[in-house]
């Protein structure tokens, strides 16, 4: 790898940050490494990560749209004083593309050597050099809509991440491509975002971009996973344990396939995937805290508990014949195991989320020796164990020696990328199970309030949600201002919206029976 990249971590307010950042050295011995081109522009190849998710945007090709592209919703309490905040937020935009240039890359499909000889072409990330006032001009945009959640909606594919402005709602929108950030680099993507528009209010507009203090970011591009974890990126190379271990990883999936599911509109086999849409259920601060207080009781994990009461209210529909299990995966964020400064803000920009199988066995009871259900304690239990696995001794080598997943990511997505494009067998069913998203506690990346008294504003809410085409609604769970968020995304062409909330509501009871609490329920968008 050899590469140096320096970088500026949370600067001093004292500190600038030269928005033209330092040369950055691009050639290296790595093949996986940026390289520069005698007109500026940087490229590498998209890593084993990127791949994936990209293969998973592009089935979204023939409606117009992109699956699980991640989304940010950031609703904002400005100072009475401020008359027009627009101005702010371009040049907060304008900074942070300057700060994170590989948010403003594009994939492109171009051959790899120089022998002259016809060669397949391989998709390349492909940075430019920035252009400020197009860069603003194409991605910022007012909205319309009535709120974020309906900008979300009707969201089509432009091959650019793009900062939404909702003045009816006061609400900051930024999407992208899933395969270009994972939903922490978003969190921590609107942090830099909000802390460059704390520093615009503070200094104005006069102020030139490269004089503005407090900003977060390097400035510079991100290497890829597979760089960073020198990652075995073909089978030839890859060590029989690691093979082992990734199989391991798949076959644990497969073993609970089909998986119990949630039942879609009927008649709705055949038709073409529509606008996405999104529910969301909170929790008042004093259960949210019962809740919390009861999983430390269990030595559980709030992330598991949730987990458990989806997969519960999954198992009240009615089911295929076949569907006894319930098998999915939850994302694992690799960002802590990565070496400093990849792990923090100054490296949002990238896609460092895996995921772990979880295969629940016998989830509706019933099996030959005439089991009951499996209790909301029992699947909770078994999912603790899942999501507190040691990421970082995740399988040994043959001398007994800990690995860590780093190692193991680019063989097991490999797998997973196969296995996902393959058909399924014409006897099973589609795949309709829940997925679950833990973001944990958002103020862990995006603070409550930004800026001073006089200059600065309050974060009132924030909710993240993800493009879906698939026949699946996507869950995710955190928590902010002590609060307890469930949502789910899913497709109104499978999924009607009073079904998601009564899902939601049901998921909100076997959770709470579970831990043994009472409390009323709220909805909310």
């Known amino acids: 790898m050899g590469q140096v990249l320096s970088c500026c971590v949370h600067p001093r307010s004292d500190e600038k ?22 007109d500026g522009i940087s490229s590498r190849p998209i890593d084993t990560l990127e791949n994936f998710f990209k293969v998973l945007t592009d089935s979204g ?42 948010f403003t890359g594009s994939i492109v499909e171009r051959s790899n050597g120089s022998t002259g000889q016809e060669s397949p072409t391989k998709p390349f990330l492909t940075v430019r050099p920035f252009d400020g006032d197009a860069w603003v001009s194409k991605t910022f945009l007012i909205a319309s809509e009535a709120s974020a959640s309906g900008v979300f909606a009707g969201m089509l594919s432009n091959g650019t991440p793009t900062c939404h402005w909702l003045p009816a709602t006061q609400e900051i929108f930024i999407r992208s491509a899933h395969w270009r950030i994972d939903g922490i680099g978003l969190l921590m993507l609107a942090h830099s975002f909000l802390s460059s528009l704390a520093s615009v209010l503070k200094n104005g507009l006069d102020c030139g971009v490269d004089s503005y203090d407090g900003l977060v970011g390097s400035g510079l591009l991100t290497r890829s ?34 998986s119990i599911g949630l039942p879609t509109i009927p008649a709705s086999e055949t038709a073409p995937p529509g606008d996405s849409a999104r529910e969301a259920l909170r929790i008042d601060a004093p259960t949210t805290a019962a809740i919390a207080a009861a999983c430390r009781a269990r030595k559980i994990s709030v992330s598991s508990a949730v987990h458990a009461a989806v997969v519960r209210a999954t198992a009240i529909y009615p089911q295929h014949p076949l569907a006894k299990h319930f098998a999915a995966f939850f994302p694992v964020d690799m960002r802590r195991r990565l070496p400093k400064p990849y792990d923090g803000p100054d490296y949002a920009v990238g896609m460092f989320s895996s995921g772990l199988p979880i ?29 507190s696995k040691d990421i970082s001794r995740f399988t040994t080598d043959d001398e007994g020696n800990p690995v860590s997943m ?49 200059e600065g504003f ?68």
Request: proline share 7%; glycine share 6%.
């Open 225 to 258: 996973l597979d760089d960073l974890a020198d990652a075995y990126t073909d089978e030839d190379s890859t060590p029989k344990y690691i093979q082992t271990a990734a199989d391991g990883l798949v076959g644990e999936f497969v073993q609970g396939v089909p």
């Open 359 to 387: 295969c629940v066995h016998n989830v509706l009871g019933g099996d030959t020796k005439g089991s009951d259900p499996k209790s909301f304690e029992e699947i909770a239990q078994q999912l603790a164990l899942v999501y």
């Open 458 to 525: 309050e974060v009132a809410d924030v909710w993240l949600g993800t493009q879906i085409l698939f026949r699946s609604v996507q869950c995710h769970v955190w928590s902010f201002r002590d609060e307890l968020n469930i949502a789910g995304c899913f497709n109104v062409s499978f999924y009607e919206v009073d079904f998601v909330k009564e899902f939601l509501e049901k998921v909100e009871s076997e959770l709470l029976a579970g831990l043994g609490i009472e409390r009323e329920k709220t909805l909310s968008n």
């Open 406 to 454: 780093l190692k193991v990511v680019a063989p097991y997505v490999r797998r997973t990328t196969k296995l996902f494009s393959a058909p399924l067998p014409p006897e099973l069913p589609q795949i309709q199970n829940p997925d679950v998203s833990s973001l944990g506690k958002v103020e862990a990346y995006i603070q409550r309030s930004y800026g001073g008294d006089e």
């Open 17 to 38: 940050l030269p928005l033209k950042p330092p040369p950055q050295s691009l050639e290296t011995s790595s093949s996986l490494n940026w390289r520069q081109s005698s």
């Open 61 to 102: 090709s023939p409606v117009n749209r992109e699956h699980w592209a991640v989304s940010v919703a950031l609703k904002v309490k400005f100072k009475p004083s401020l008359a027009d905040p627009i101005p702010y937020l371009r040049r907060a935009w304008l900074l942070t593309g300057q700060l994170h240039p590989t």
